[in-house]
């Protein structure tokens, strides 16, 4: 039980379809992340929320868009995703914008 | 972007034997961590430092944050089966302490 939960798990999409990711954190923290994981390669930074306020969108293409509606929740909504879009997407949280973060267990996504 | 240049990529070791890895940076950083991601999971947090030459231990892991400033190192001594997975340093730099960068990964393997 790492405190941060991320469903689904996994999740297959067409390039044409629309579907969310949800992260909810247990822990009290203020900030939240989503993170993007191919292999091989470090994990990318996409967005920062930090006290609900989006602080950080690492020219992230617009088919992905971040909502937080509270510090406890973040979603993550997909379109028109691409191919090369299949990753693992990591939701993490952290006590206050800049600290060490802890992370979800990750949603599966493969693009068809 | 800051680049973190981990090493090695991978490691095939023999269990009981001692593993070392490390990070280095091209910029001067203020904090150092040390993640460990097993098949399925999220990274978790294993060690942060904070301090140049500073030395922390968790169990049969120690690490240190190096006098440069500009590397970090992770020793585990006597391992066993389940340190498998792939271990992560991430830095945050003097010059945006709200920023972690992550290196591309340890790949370790312990032959029972």
């Known amino acids: 039980e790492t405190g941060v939960t991320q469903t689904p798990r996994h999740l297959v999409m067409g390039m044409t379809n629309k579907k969310s990711l949800k992260c909810e954190q247990h822990?009290?923290?203020?900030?939240m992340y989503w993170y993007k994981q191919s292999a091989k390669k470090p994990l990318e930074l996409m967005f920062v929320?930090?006290?609900?306020?989006?602080?950080e969108n690492n020219s992230v293409p617009s088919r992905f868009s971040p909502e937080c509606p509270n510090s406890s929740h973040l979603f993550l909504h997909l379109h028109t995703l691409q191919p090369e879009d299949s990753a693992l997407y990591l939701c993490?949280?952290?006590?206050?914008?800049?600290?060490?973060?802890?992370f979800g267990d990750g949603t599966r996504l493969s693009i068809l | 972007g800051q680049q973190l240049n981990q090493s090695p990529q991978s490691m095939f070791i023999q269990e009981g034997e001692d593993v070392s890895m490390n990070c280095t940076s091209s910029?001067?950083?203020?904090?150092w961590l040390w993640y460990k991601q097993e098949p399925g999971e999220g990274p978790v947090l294993l060690i942060a430092?904070?301090?140049?030459?500073e030395l922390t231990s968790n169990g049969r892991l120690t690490a240190q944050f190096g006098i440069t400033r500009k590397d970090s190192f992770l020793n585990i001594s006597a391992s066993i089966p389940s340190d498998v997975g792939i271990y992560f340093c991430?830095?945050?730099?003097?010059?945006?302490?709200?920023?972690?960068?992550f290196g591309s990964g340890t790949k370790l393997n312990v032959k029972p």
């Open positions: 993490a949280s952290s006590q206050e914008w800049g600290q060490p973060q802890h």
């Open positions: 822990l009290g923290h203020n900030a």
């Open positions: 929320y930090n006290f609900k306020e989006q602080t």
């Open positions: 910029s001067i950083f203020n904090t």
């Open positions: 430092l904070y301090k140049a030459g």
């Open positions: 991430a830095g945050q730099p003097l010059y945006n302490f709200n920023k972690f960068y």
